[in-house]
């Protein structure tokens, strides 16, 4: 067995020798340096065996040298096989083409399905997936992946909290979640409201509780700004029993002050695409990249590389092996070399855009000063001093000591 499968790609023959003591000829064989197995002695004059096909000359050779007469019984082995089914053309082609058939098959949607929502949203999802491409019949290679698929439904339908897509196979199946309206406020749990950061109280607007801050006042960190119980008496005596406690809520607009520092490198340095690009075609397997058309390097100095990776199915199983598509961009080293006034604009856009970043999307810039400015090794440095209106209050729970 260990011979057969050894020399099953290479191909071996069983062989018959006739004349007297056959067995000696597969002796001669061995001094000879081929190699034979299976030896078996039918009768006084008739022995059989088993010898490699590379060593069909040698073997002619030897019985040139003796008296003993040779048949081929047999034949093993790739070589033959290969041999057997050329001579049957239609059979092959016929089996390739059924493979291509269902490989083509097996890399079309024949089934989209969405599950989780309401009749109405589920027709404008399956709408909007065949404005996609993903219905019936389509290629697969054509299609986004199943992440992006998900990421654009969720930004082209605003009705949607939640969809999942996976893909299974040739099939799509999708679940999705819609936004529901809560229309009873949730309790708020008793407490204070507090300040979050320094600044000079500008505006109130309390819902629940006991404002304790004027427009005007100065406040710290920390400070009360609206109290979470409610006087219901006059007597002071009875003030302390008669206290109910609630969930303080509503807006305390303070003015807050911010200082930001910024520097920008007078010489800007940047990449720009410049309209030209080469694409190659790749198979991988596994680890192994197989280059399929373009096989040259890039011939632009520099470039930017984008791959889309699309994988193989036969029927329901993904196959080992993917179509990449890689795209190369030639880009640019620009230099960009700024004004002192430019470079100054740059940083204050910059700044406010890091104040924006801080602050709540409400807030209000009132103010914007610069502080200091100066151009030195290359690079402006500004100093900036913001004034901003924002809603300072943040909840504070009330404790069993307050």
Do not use: C
């Amino acid at each position: 067995m260990f011979f057969i499968k050894k020399n099953w790609f290479t191909g071996y023959i069983t062989i018959e020798v006739r004349g007297v003591h056959p067995e000696l000829f597969f002796q001669i064989l061995a001094k000879h340096g081929v190699m034979s197995w299976d030896i078996e002695k039918k009768t006084d004059t008739v022995a059989i065996g088993k010898v490699k096909l590379t060593s069909l000359m040698k073997i002619r050779e030897v019985k040139r040298q003796t008296r003993y007469k040779l048949f081929f019984t047999g034949r093993h082995g790739l070589p033959f096989t290969s041999k057997q089914l050329i001579n049957k053309k239609p059979l092959i082609l016929g089996f390739l083409l059924a493979l291509i058939l269902i490989f083509l098959l097996s890399n079309i949607v024949w089934r989209v399905e969405v599950t989780g929502l309401d009749p109405d949203m589920e027709t404008e999802v399956t709408e909007t997936l065949e404005e996609y491409g993903v219905e019936i019949g389509s290629f697969q290679w054509d299609l986004a992946p199943p992440g992006v698929i998900q990421r654009q439904l969720l930004a082209d339908i605003p009705e949607l909290l939640w969809v999942g897509v996976k893909k299974n196979g040739s099939a799509y199946h999708l679940e999705g979640v819609e936004k529901t309206i809560v229309e009873k406020e949730e309790e708020t749990p008793p407490g204070h409201l507090v300040a979050a950061k320094e600044g000079v109280i500008h505006d109130l607007f309390i819902t629940k509780g006991q404002p304790l801050v004027r427009t005007d006042d100065v406040v710290s960190k920390g400070d009360m700004l609206v109290s979470g119980y409610l006087k219901q008496v006059e007597e002071e005596e009875e003030e302390e029993e008669k206290r109910t406690a609630v969930g303080a809520d509503g807006k305390v607009i303070a003015e807050v002050w911010y200082r930001s520092d910024v520097t920008v490198p007078i010489e800007q340095h940047f990449q720009t695409l410049k309209g030209t690009k080469e694409v190659k075609h790749y198979l991988r397997l596994k680890k192994w990249l197989l280059p399929v058309w373009n096989l040259d390097e890039p011939s632009f100095p520099q470039y930017q590389v984008e791959a889309d990776e699309r994988a193989f199915y036969f029927l329901k199983w993904k196959l080992p092996i993917s179509y990449i598509k890689q795209t190369i961009y030639e880009t640019e080293e620009t230099t960009q070399q700024l004004q002192k006034e430019q470079a100054k604009q740059l940083a204050l856009a910059h700044a406010r855009r890091e104040i924006e970043r801080k602050t709540p999307p409400e807030s209000k810039i009132l103010d914007e000063k610069v502080l200091h400015e100066s151009a030195e090794n290359g690079k402006v440095k500004i100093t900036l001093y913001y004034s901003v209106l924002e809603d300072i209050a943040t909840k504070q729970p009330i404790s069993q000591g307050d």
